[in-house]
């Protein structure tokens, strides 16, 4: 089945299309991209993954045309940072 994965740091951002079988979990999404290798500094352990913008588990089934992403940490304190929107 036909998949996405998408992944952006502060740098570059990464978006790839490929096949997986069938039966295909977040994880071996994940793992079949080779994102991990472009980006060491990814933490499953610590950071959020999602389809299509909505948070999941990386034991979650994916289905065809899915976009994978993962998420990075908010780096920011809200309290310090001027709002844009006044």
Do not use: H
């Amino acid at each position: 089945m036909n998949v996405g994965m998408a992944y952006a740091d502060k740098f570059k951002q990464v978006w790839l299309k490929f096949e997986v079988p069938d039966d295909s979990t977040v994880q071996d999404v994940i793992d079949q991209s080779g994102i991990l290798d472009q980006f060491p500094d990814i933490d499953l352990e610590k950071q959020k993954v999602g389809i299509f913008g909505k948070v999941t588990k990386l034991n979650a089934k994916v289905e065809e045309g899915a976009r994978v992403e993962i998420y990075r940490e908010i780096t920011c304190d809200p309290e310090l940072v001027e709002r844009r929107d006044t």
